[in-house]
């Protein structure tokens, strides 16, 4: 009976298969060994150890090219850009070895860095000179706060972290409002670094106090001076006031067109930001918010005194009678 071509490859493939597994499982009797241990990279598991698991993950990559799904540059142990029966040779040349160990090589030793002190000091952080670049800005506004950090200590410090605070007084502590933060890097001693960061000033007006600490380091040896002095600023605050409302026409017929003007002004010592500015009609000679508002305007910031002329384009009643207009900012 003649057999079909498939099934005779498909007996092949298998007899193939299982010679290359007993091979492999075989224990090996040359009393010639020109090598006990594998190298590494024939580890795949990174067992230690060159054996079945590791076979089983190279048979499923076997037969493979470069550029195919199953390839893999690590099976290709002669790196011709194919797994195939080279390969396997080299595998089974190594198989059951221990995995050759890798010596790390010894860290060099660092110099001491210039500055720093023989064993035995300590470091200690101060900060020194805390400076705002704007003592009096507007509600809001931004300004620098900067101080500088200095070793006063006999070693050198490890890098830390500087702490902003604002107070309610004129004594910075850990327990103030903290606002931003700094890195600090290594100090030698009497080696000092200036630091800065970028602070929006409250938004009512007032007399702050803003300064800084810095976080302690390992082996310290006065961690009770590692906050500045107070610095103060004044935050200047805007007050708007509306002045000089006016009608185009004060006796006109119902629904006819007029202009309501204002004068909006700011009588504070610090710049405005801007606003809008609320037309009303009332039904009384006092204008508040809670009239019926008719138009608005766009008011831009204004600095201390500055004045800004607005107006709005009007229609009266449609009934006769006296009525009432104004604004509020």
């Given at each position: ?75 290709d ?42 064993p035995?000091?300590s ?8 400076k ?39 004594t ?39 300064g ?52 909006v ?46 107006r ?18």
């Amino acid at each position: 009976m003649k057999l079909p071509v498939k099934f005779l490859s498909f007996v092949l493939g298998i007899t193939s298969l299982l010679s290359l597994i007993f091979l492999i499982l075989s224990p090996q009797t040359s009393t010639v060994a020109l090598e006990t241990t594998a190298p590494p990279s024939l580890d795949f598991d990174g067992s230690g150890i060159v054996d079945f698991p590791d076979f089983l993950m190279f048979v499923n990559a076997f037969g493979s090219k470069d550029g195919q799904d199953k390839y893999e540059a690590k099976y290709d142990l002669n790196s011709d850009g194919k797994i195939a029966f080279e390969d396997l040779l080299i595998f089974t040349d190594n198989f059951g070895k221990n995995v050759a160990a890798q010596k790390r090589p010894t860290p060099p030793t660092s110099p001491m860095p210039p500055g720093q002190s023989t064993p035995g000091g300590s470091p200690d952080l101060i900060v020194e000179s805390p400076k705002v670049s704007d003592s009096s800005p507007d509600a809001g506004a931004s300004f620098t706060l900067s101080a500088t950090v200095r070793n006063q200590g006999g070693s050198r410090s490890e890098s830390t972290t500087l702490r902003y605070y604002l107070s309610t007084d004129a004594t910075i502590t850990t327990g103030d409002t903290e606002v931003d933060t700094d890195y600090v890097s290594r100090l030698n001693p009497s080696e000092s670094g200036d630091e800065s960061a970028r602070i929006e000033a409250p938004s009512s007006e007032g007399t702050y106090y803003y300064g800084a600490c810095v976080d302690a380091v390992s082996g310290e040896s006065d961690t009770g001076n590692n906050c500045s002095s107070a610095i103060s600023i004044t935050v200047l605050g805007s007050d708007l006031v509306v002045e000089s409302p006016t009608v185009s026409e004060s006796n006109l017929g119902p629904g006819a067109s007029f202009t309501l003007s204002a004068t909006v002004r700011n009588q504070g010592g610090g710049r405005s930001a801007s606003t809008t500015l609320r037309y009303y009609l009332s039904t009384d000679v006092t204008i508040t918010t809670g009239d019926t508002e008719i138009e608005t305007s766009y008011v831009s910031s204004l600095d201390p005194s500055e004045t800004s002329d607005e107006r709005a384009y009007l229609e009266a009643p449609s009934s006769e009678g006296t009525y009432y207009y104004g604004a509020c900012v």
